[in-house]
C-alpha cells in the first residue's frame, strides 16, 4: 500500500539550529513531492515541491529539501532555524498523474527554544 | 489571491445531528479532496473528486458520510448520524492538473 512516513514526530531544536525532518515514501513509479507547512491554528500552506529536475529544491522561508530516488527520500532542510518555524511540517507525495490521490504523511511537530 | 473557501469554520452540533460542510473551490481548479485532521490519526484522506466525479471515497465510513459536488464551485461533506468521535477538523484542498494542493481553512467540527 502506498504510504508516507515522517518518523519524527517532534522536534525541539534552540534558535540558529540547523534542521532536517525526514520523509520516506512507499510508492512505485515517478511520484511528485511537497512539504506542506501548518502554523497553529492555520491551514496548511506549500512550502516547497518536487516534480522532475534538479533533485535539491528551494523552497520558501530558507527551507530546501532534497529528492533521493534510491532511498525513496525527501528530507526538509533549514540551516538556521527561527522561533517563526514553529509549527507543524507535513511531506506529500502523489503519483505522476493528475488524477493521483495525494498522501500526506502523520507531520513532524516543530519547536523553537527562543 | 485566490482561496478555497470553507464553511462554517466552526460547528457545535449534539451527537444524532446532521452535519453539512461546504467547499467552494479556486476557480478553475477541477479536482477536490477532504481531508479530516485529528491528533491521534493526522491527516486522513476522506475522499476526492476530478471534474466532479468521484475518484476515491475508500477513507471514508460510508454508513454516515457522503461526499458530493452538485457543480463545479461547490462541494459538500455530509455526516448523518454525527458521533463525538467524528470531531475533527475538516479540511477541503483543490488542485488543478498536477499543481500543488490549496487548502481552505478548514471546518472544526465538535459533536457533543
Known amino acids: 500500500a502506498q504510504s508516507v512516513s515522517q518518523h519524527n514526530h517532534h522536534v525541539i531544536l534552540s534558535e540558529a539550529a540547523s534542521l532536517e525532518l525526514g520523509c520516506n515514501y512507499s510508492?512505485?513509479?515517478?511520484?511528485?513531492l511537497f512539504w506542506y507547512v501548518q502554523y497553529p491554528g492555520q491551514h496548511l500552506q506549500l512550502l516547497l515541491k518536487?516534480?522532475?529536475?534538479?533533485?535539491l529544491v528551494k523552497g520558501i522561508k530558507g527551507f530546501e529539501a532534497e529528492f533521493i530516488k534510491s532511498k525513496f527520500s525527501f528530507n526538509l532542510r533549514k540551516p538556521s532555524v527561527q522561533w517563526s518555524d514553529t509549527a507543524e511540517y507535513f511531506c506529500?507525495?502523489?503519483?505522476?498523474?493528475?488524477?493521483?490521490?495525494?498522501?500526506f504523511g502523520s507531520g513532524t511537530r516543530l519547536s523553537i527554544r527562543p | 489571491d485566490a482561496r478555497v473557501t470553507q464553511t462554517p469554520r466552526h460547528k457545535v452540533t449534539e451527537m444524532g445531528q446532521e452535519v453539512t460542510m461546504r467547499c467552494q473551490p479556486i476557480?478553475?481548479?477541477?479536482?477536490v479532496f477532504w481531508y479530516r485532521q485529528t491528533m491521534m490519526q493526522g491527516l486522513e484522506l476522506l475522499a476526492y473528486?476530478?471534474?466532479?466525479?468521484?475518484?476515491?471515497d475508500s477513507g471514508m465510513p460510508k454508513d454516515r458520510f457522503s461526499a458530493e459536488m452538485p457543480d463545479a464551485t461547490l462541494a459538500t461533506l455530509k455526516i448523518q448520524p454525527s458521533e463525538p468521535r467524528d470531531s475533527a477538523v475538516y479540511f477541503c484542498?483543490?488542485?488543478?492538473?498536477?499543481?500543488?494542493?490549496?487548502f481552505g481553512n478548514g471546518t472544526r467540527l465538535t459533536v457533543t
Open positions: 484542498a483543490t488542485r488543478s492538473g498536477r499543481s500543488p494542493l490549496h
Open positions: 510508492y512505485g513509479g515517478t511520484v511528485n
Open positions: 518536487y516534480f522532475s529536475g534538479d533533485p
Open positions: 506529500a507525495v502523489t503519483l505522476y498523474s493528475s488524477a493521483s490521490k495525494i498522501i
Open positions: 476557480l478553475g481548479h477541477n479536482t
Open positions: 473528486f476530478r471534474n466532479r466525479a468521484p475518484l476515491d
